[in-house]
């Protein structure tokens, strides 16, 4: 795709929180590899004409960071997922070198003493991020492990609340918060690729409004969703009705454990069921597992089984079994959300960016949640920031 | 659903070609349980409010007719088909009457010397089925057994050299483009629910145009193909590249004899494969079978393998089980078909009516295969009805 | 099947605990349906000529009774599943005279004020019941909803603390123990066919042993865990490693109400993963839920993904589906179970009959879970009865 | 296992028929893995304690060699192998001079102007590789492409008519059975692993009587069928009338290209179709496909749809899936059947040998299909092969 000469010269940063994961080292390794013209495109959603017409920044530009909690460098975790599968082995050793590089641009996650000290250390590392490598913007995404719900407290409501509340020395804000607060502060617009609650707090809609930073979330749509998000839409216009929807998931690796914790399962559990009595207009009822099994590693299955209902009551079932690797799905939308994100805040989007909802479980800021609804919204937005560059 | 009132005294008729088949006869117990309030709307396209806002005739006035070789009581193959739980027994009992009275309208198809003979037999019969039943109009729909393709023949070509074959006692015409003909000649709009040749030759579609008559066609899409015309576009707007998709498809019934018939079976795929690669743009590999067995009945099970390709080249798997009655998500169609092809008729549109592709595995008229595409275009087709009503 | 003549005059009864419930109303239309010749005897694997040959009671002896804390009547309850699918509504209505009887049979469940005198009156209607009908034998067949497993406690381990218990008004027995406990004070042999606690006991197999009853159990092998039984053995003879075996099963229906509580689901999941570390000779990990889902009624339907490896390590996948009616795969292994134990009974023998294990997924007295070695072991012991006759 | 000493000092040779192709190379280099200690015994039925007592010779002994039609060294389809996922990259290079030493073993099929002369050639060969590696024994195995059924004709029913076509320069024999004659008239065993014509042939299976020559046959049982012959006796026993079998098949590679003729798979649907019926005592219907999908490479997937009547008539389903690794499935066997043939012929056994029917489609010399029923007499021959030790 050919995209306007303006947005070449654009040098854009990515901040990864969670960047020794599975999900960002599958990302970073698949810019490079594209980059270097190592792999084609294939599941890039920006690099489609509908999506590239928006003249987004090329992934060549892309200079990737972030914070761990882990030392472990990028190469040993990227060398780990090759082996099962997830990407071709002689990517890790053809890109070495750039691993190396993009691992040395990690920083360990800082745990000061209280949450005030800890998002100004947050803040300071994206912001020399952005000044060490002269970057126009940075997006800081979030692709850390999935928190439970925030419980609801009055500090999280407002931002001058919170404000003081981090003055006080109190730590009201559930960690993926706190690095949303610090992204806002470093001016960065922020993406939230999982259930937790992130920027979606009242006091930090309000930091990014203030800020006149656009985001986007949450909770990337990789698999199971993403199937419900293209069928639904068919028996409800057919008008058929479903009767009940069983949705069983397992998946191993890091996001299987996090999940195996009941408690944080409902984040996902709550964004994976949301969309579905929204496309039909009516409440279906049906069990949903997200359940942990070692032996898949980073491969997730899941089994959908649909009884419905047709002409003079007539009932029909359908099911579906999905097989997909889950880090191979979810890298490019980052890859995709980055430079989307990127474009919108170059163009001076701000607040929750709506228009993305298709990549999303739970689009905030859309209403539709048919994938083909949610396409056509992309598609309209990409053309016209096109056209306004 | 309110429905402009104009609309409300229209009579219409169906005349069925095959009027004792499942279909037909599955569409005639529906349309009389319906309307007597014994069975709710599900599974019928034209009760949704986007379409309903067409302003369609009711369901109360339809009034129902057609031609069969076979002469067994409609009340009998309803009872068959009751006892397989394609609908609830009950119905045949509590609308005896009502069968019966749609039994005596239903004629034993005509099977004269020549094709011209024929083809004068047909017409007057739905003639006189307008006539006797004081309707303002009558649309004819093809529910008969899957003929296999034309074979190409320059009298097919042009009516002019159609004519003349005709009257020189030829019989150039597959039997369902001859009741086409039959239909054009009386005035008739025409449904292609069939993959049979029909009014797709050049003859018949200028007799279409001559007679200023709308048509729609063909062949319900009803099982795997809707299924394929909701998935396929996921992966599209996902950049996934489909490796190759296998359809494997098993039916009893009378439907599922003929196909056996290997001359009918390539119909039947051809019009079922034609749409993937035209969703995809791009040639996608894949066995596809529909086999007949017997022990299935009316219920048909389809197994789609679909093998696909995601970033860095990783392979996934999507499986999908369609488990659905074949007449029961036919029948709905067929009325919905009826009530807007009707509509088009009284608003004077003529020609094949390309925003019907919704309803077809090979939309003639329409180049989009995406469900939600024909969703959107059928909807727009709908509001504008309406509104020049 | 011819049957040895001396079997053929035996009058036997049934006893059912949840006389009203689906499992026995099933059975009891079943084996009148087959006595009167209303039916083939697809199912009963005392049909067989392997297991025939032990010299089995004639289903058109067999007199069913029992107690239910319901009054439905029996019809209405047929009526009821014959609309769901489970049988031919027409059974209903040729057996209404039959069923009007069986009926008359059924006794309230008695709820008096201490379990001493509740146990007496199960103990003298069971012994009415085998007076009045003039039976040979009497055997109680347990079919009433799942508990949960039982709590330690000394008085349940042997019989003369339970009998002080009981003397004291103290009311130490689960209810499926209550009746095991008064089925064998009315010297009645007994079939578990749920996975309470019964007689499992340790006091319970003191009385039984005491009275020189035989007795079966536990939990009657109907899907799933049939499934695993037969396809398990594969894998261990030829040398495939199981990696993780995932078993998500959907029901509707009274029972999957009952199975809805977790407290009950806990007796049902121990028993259904029992056999399979059994069966390969190490554990194997996996998902096991039994979810309720409303819209399913009487059927079930299961989903299990197998992960196995095989030479070098290569990883592979096997996934099964099974859509079965419950009550129609439970009623006739009860039938057999209860020919099979009066049979039992009338040779003598006594104790758990571990020769049963054919039928059950937790098979007391049997070690082997393979399906294939019990039936060999079944077959063996029939021919042992037959020759013994 | 530990295994009788005395068999450990044999030293068997392995003569492959299709020595390149990808079930031989597995073999191979799986051979050479476990001996070095690179790999575990995984698949190797041979290992597990019921087998290995019949004191077969160690994997350490096994030395190969073979014929085919291609020079593609073995180390060069190995790793086109590995790559698509069959075995782990990291063998071929740990293995690379003993892949290079059993590649100098094979022989470049000869192709002489007749057939007499053909197989005189086939005869050196082999009996060169014995001699040149001082083995006690060479079992030939045929691993080459399925050809069509043989057509009836009088030379192939008699050893001595045959000899005379042969003397007179005519070329009677299909391939697959040029090669068994070559591999009695060497006096070696051989192993039928396709459903090639191979040693069925009467003058064939009247010279391995003549020359005391134990053969085993035919067509190894990996996939779909090793699965029927576990399920269907559930079905049997549970006396479930199993109404249709529908078996779907697709797989790529080598064996995928040649079964795409349709001539070939004759012998593959002819092989898989014929357990069923047996195994049930009746015919089940259902169509059978095998389609040749070029992206699935190597690996196999299987989907069956099996629909069976119950207890009143009620009609259930039950479906299957089977992803599977060919040749990872079908090497072990291989390796299996060797040891397990070359003890049978230093037992002095020959003839068709029946208690080898576990590992075959078409399992010749044995009536019993079951999985089960074929484990028991394996187990038992074993038991029985160690005792006379």
């Given at each position: 795709?050919?995209?306007?000469?303006?947005?070449?010269?654009?040098?854009v940063?990515?901040?990864?929180?969670?960047?020794?994961?599975?999900?960002?080292?599958?990302?970073?390794?698949?810019?490079?590899?594209?980059?270097?013209?190592?792999?084609?495109?294939?599941?890039?959603?920006?690099?489609?004409?509908e999506?590239?017409?928006?003249?987004?920044?090329?992934?060549?530009?892309?200079?990737?960071?972030?914070?761990?909690?882990?030392?472990?460098?990028?190469?040993?975790?990227?060398?780990?997922?090759?082996?099962?599968?997830?990407?071709?082995?002689?990517?890790?050793?053809?890109?070495?070198?750039?691993?190396?590089?993009?691992?040395?641009?990690?920083?360990?996650?800082?745990?000061?003493?209280?949450?005030?000290?800890?998002?100004?250390?947050?803040?300071?590392?994206?912001?020399?991020?952005?000044?060490?490598?002269?970057?126009?913007?940075?997006?800081v995404?979030?692709?850390?492990?999935?928190?439970?719900?925030?419980?609801?407290?009055?500090?999280?409501?407002?931002?001058?609340?919170?404000?003081?509340?981090?003055?006080?020395g109190?730590?009201p804000?559930?960690?993926?918060?706190?690095?949303?607060?610090?992204?806002?502060?470093?001016?960065?617009?922020?993406?939230?690729?999982?259930?937790?609650?992130?920027?979606?707090?009242?006091?930090?809609?309000?930091?990014?409004?203030?800020?006149?930073?656009?985001?986007?979330?949450?909770?990337?749509?990789?698999?199971?969703?993403?199937?419900?998000?293209?069928?639904?839409?068919?028996?409800?216009?057919?008008?058929?009705?479903?009767?009940?929807?069983?949705?069983?998931?397992?998946?191993?690796?890091?996001?299987?454990?996090?999940?195996?914790?009941?408690?944080?399962?409902?984040?996902?559990?709550?964004?994976?069921?949301?969309?579905?009595?929204?496309?039909?207009?009516?409440?279906?009822?049906?069990?949903?597992?997200?359940?942990?099994?070692?032996?898949?590693?980073?491969?997730?299955?899941?089994?959908?089984?649909?009884?419905?209902?047709?002409?003079?009551?007539?009932?029909?079932?359908?099911?579906?079994?999905?097989?997909?690797?889950?880090?191979?799905?979810?890298?490019?939308?980052?890859?995709?959300?980055?430079?989307?994100?990127?474009?919108a805040?170059?163009?001076?989007?701000?607040?929750?960016?709506?228009?993305?909802?298709?990549f999303?479980?739970?689009?905030?800021?859309?209403?539709?949640?048919?994938?083909?609804?949610?396409?056509?919204?992309?598609?309209?937005?990409?053309?016209?920031?096109?056209?306004?560059?």
């Amino acid at each position: 795709m050919t995209q306007p000469n303006a947005v070449h010269d654009q040098r854009v940063g990515v901040w990864f929180v969670g960047a020794r994961g599975s999900v960002a080292t599958t990302a970073t390794i698949g810019a490079l590899a594209m980059a270097a013209g190592l792999a084609p495109r294939t599941g890039l959603v920006s690099e489609l004409p509908e999506v590239a017409v928006a003249g987004l920044p090329p992934l060549e530009g892309l200079i990737t960071g972030g914070h761990d909690i882990l030392e472990t460098p990028l190469a040993h975790r990227a060398q780990v997922l090759a082996d099962s599968g997830v990407f071709p082995p002689a990517l890790v050793t053809a890109l070495a070198d750039e691993l190396a590089a993009a691992d040395s641009r990690i920083r360990l996650a800082p745990r000061l003493s209280t949450q005030r000290e800890s998002a100004q250390a947050v803040e300071q590392d994206i912001r020399a991020f952005r000044e060490d490598n002269d970057l126009d913007r940075v997006i800081v995404v979030d692709v850390s492990n999935t928190e439970p719900p925030a419980t609801q407290r009055p500090e999280l409501d407002s931002l001058a609340a919170l404000e003081e509340a981090l003055d006080a020395g109190h730590a009201p804000l559930p960690t993926s918060s706190l690095y949303a607060y610090a992204a806002f502060r470093a001016e960065c617009p922020l993406v939230s690729f999982t259930p937790s609650p992130g920027a979606t707090l009242g006091a930090l809609t309000e930091l990014a409004k203030e800020q006149a930073l656009p985001w986007a979330g949450r909770d990337g749509k990789t698999g199971e969703t993403l199937v419900k998000s293209a069928l639904a839409p068919m028996f409800g216009t057919r008008a058929l009705k479903v009767r009940s929807w069983a949705s069983y998931n397992m998946l191993g690796g890091g996001d299987g454990q996090t999940l195996a914790d009941p408690r944080a399962a409902v984040s996902k559990t709550t964004t994976k069921g949301a969309g579905l009595d929204a496309m039909l207009g009516y409440h279906v009822e049906g069990p949903m597992h997200i359940d942990y099994v070692e032996d898949l590693g980073d491969w997730k299955t899941a089994w959908d089984n649909i009884s419905f209902e047709g002409f003079l009551g007539t009932r029909m079932t359908m099911q579906f079994t999905w097989q997909g690797c889950d880090s191979a799905l979810a890298a490019p939308l980052v890859l995709d959300l980055v430079r989307l994100t990127a474009r919108a805040h170059e163009r001076g989007e701000n607040g929750v960016v709506g228009a993305l909802a298709f990549f999303f479980k739970d689009p905030l800021g859309g209403i539709d949640h048919t994938l083909s609804g949610q396409w056509r919204t992309l598609a309209q937005w990409c053309e016209n920031l096109g056209a306004s560059a």
